[in-house]
């Protein structure tokens, strides 16, 4: 299947059939979904697998009763780590210099500029907001790769914040936030594309509303 038939075929699911996500296939859509491009490279975000029923019971309650967590055998909870630019980065400055992708003089520069990008981001509230857009990225190519993997998908609204990171353990971390949830696994039900509103409608060129 091609991203582009991926991206056309997949479907909001509600409801799955109890079988598991393989152990391979859920390796691979971990593996893809750290391949998402992250601000400076940050890879401020991380992922919690719950495939447990304890884990789905908990996630059941932070999303108010909703079927999918209730159904699907695997839930991805992406998780925003707005605070981890101020961490050591030097295995990420390492392994782009190992796979000859940055200079030795480009990290000395990307370090510092990312350093400063971050300060100003600090300053202006930003720093959720680009970790979450980050966390988003990853969860939209894990999408796309569940369904080449014959997997259904449902990105979850309607969570409560603080319920879900006690379920996933982090209820104490301010610094933490959860971007989205993402059901996972065979689906019980068919979805027909309720289509989309016409190109010219959404789409602009140079300027907002200029056709």
């Given at each position: 299947?091609?991203?582009?038939?991926?991206?056309?075929?997949?479907?909001?699911?509600?409801?799955?059939?109890?079988?598991?996500?393989?152990?391979?296939?859920?390796?691979?859509?971990?593996?893809?979904?750290?391949?998402?491009?992250?601000?400076?490279?940050?890879?401020?975000?991380?992922?919690?697998?719950?495939?447990?029923?304890?884990?789905?019971?908990?996630?059941?309650?932070?999303?108010?009763?909703?079927?999918?967590?209730?159904?699907?055998?695997?839930?991805?909870?992406?998780?925003?780590?707005?605070?981890?630019?101020?961490?050591?980065?030097?295995?990420?400055?390492?392994?782009?210099?190992?796979?000859?992708?940055?200079?030795?003089?480009?990290?000395?520069?990307?370090?510092?500029?990312?350093?400063?990008?971050?300060?100003?981001?600090?300053?202006?509230?930003?720093?959720?907001?680009?970790?979450?857009?980050?966390?988003?990225?990853?969860?939209?190519?894990?999408?796309?790769?569940?369904?080449?993997?014959?997997?259904?998908?449902?990105?979850?609204?309607?969570?409560?914040?603080?319920?879900?990171?006690?379920?996933?353990?982090?209820?104490?971390?301010a610094d933490l936030a959860i971007a989205l949830l993402v059901a996972v696994g065979?689906?019980?039900?068919?979805?027909?594309?309720?289509?989309?509103?016409?190109?010219?409608?959404?789409?602009?060129?140079?300027?907002y509303g200029l056709r």
């Amino acid at each position: 299947m091609s991203v582009a038939e991926a991206i056309r075929t997949r479907r909001t699911v509600r409801h799955y059939r109890p079988e598991p996500v393989s152990v391979a296939d859920l390796d691979t859509l971990l593996d893809l979904a750290i391949e998402a491009p992250t601000s400076w490279n940050l890879q401020d975000r991380s992922i919690v697998a719950i495939t447990s029923e304890a884990g789905r019971a908990g996630v059941t309650w932070a999303t108010g009763g909703q079927p999918q967590p209730q159904e699907a055998p695997l839930i991805l909870v992406f998780v925003a780590e707005p605070e981890s630019w101020r961490d050591d980065h030097s295995d990420v400055y390492d392994q782009a210099r190992d796979n000859d992708a940055w200079s030795e003089e480009f990290v000395t520069m990307f370090a510092a500029a990312s350093q400063e990008f971050q300060e100003d981001l600090a300053r202006r509230g930003l720093l959720r907001e680009y970790a979450v857009k980050d966390a988003m990225i990853a969860a939209t190519y894990v999408m796309l790769a569940a369904t080449e993997l014959g997997l259904a998908t449902s990105p979850m609204n309607g969570w409560d914040e603080e319920k879900v990171k006690k379920t996933i353990g982090i209820g104490d971390r301010a610094d933490l936030a959860i971007a989205l949830l993402v059901a996972v696994g065979y689906p019980a039900e068919r979805r027909e594309h309720p289509g989309r509103r016409a190109r010219e409608r959404n789409v602009f060129h140079e300027v907002y509303g200029l056709r």
